[in-house]
């Protein structure tokens, strides 16, 4: 005959303190006289929740201001497009301008975004011939787009430039080898990585030009 099973009694769990809620512990100082009271925090990993941009902000006026600069910098975004592939063509591609330094590009690029907006700022560089003719045939070719206010978008329109160089940089480091290898391969060129890599090297910017 088989004795019944007792279970044995449950034990209570030490409570689990909040991980976020400072926890407080008493220790003595070096002479043991005054006791002191130490806090440790553990803090949670940083999250971050996506939600819409009228509950994430509470007045209604910066929500207008976020929406319409959003707005103003799509226009002048698609506009720098515009204006860096005409200006290629127009300049640099017929053998007017020389583009072959970073700052250049960089100079480029920024009155690319520049250009669509109601005001430029003029500097040496704008007051160079072929800028400024350049200016004026874009802005006549785009006659029927209204200019562009960039009133308080300085930061923004800089976090635009610095993103735009980094793409055309990174096409002219990758995306052209890989178009020019996947044209020699093509035209059954052998060793084309080993073509590709000493034509390019002549036309790439030095290493000193890129800082």
């Known amino acids: ?32 006289a005054v006791s002191k009271v130490k806090y440790d925090q553990t803090y949670q990993r940083t999250s971050c929740v996506r939600i819409a941009i009228g509950r994430g902000v509470g007045s209604p006026a910066w929500v207008g201001l976020f929406r319409d600069m959003a707005k103003r910098m799509t226009t002048l975004t698609w506009l720098a497009s515009r204006a860096f592939n005409h200006f290629l063509l127009s300049a640099v591609i017929s053998g007017r301008f ?28 704008t007051k160079k011939p072929v800028v400024a003719a350049w200016i004026e045939d874009f802005r006549a070719l785009n006659a029927d787009f209204p200019l562009v206010s960039k009133r308080g978008m300085n930061n923004v329109i800089q976090a635009g430039i610095n993103q735009y160089v980094t793409a055309v940089e990174n096409y002219l480091t990758y995306g052209l080898r890989d178009l020019y290898v996947r044209a020699l391969k093509a035209l059954s060129v052998a060793d084309a990585e080993v073509v590709a890599l000493r034509v390019l090297s002549q036309v790439s910017w030095s290493h000193h030009s890129r800082q």
């Open 98 to 125: 020389p583009m072959n330094d970073r700052n250049v590009l960089v100079q480029v690029i920024g009155l690319c975004f520049k250009v669509g907006s109601v005001r430029i700022s003029t500097t040496d560089f």
């Open 1 to 32: 005959m088989s004795l019944p099973r007792v279970r044995p009694a449950a034990q209570k769990r030490p409570a689990v303190e909040s991980e976020t809620d400072p926890v407080a512990k008493k220790t003595k100082s070096a002479d043991g």
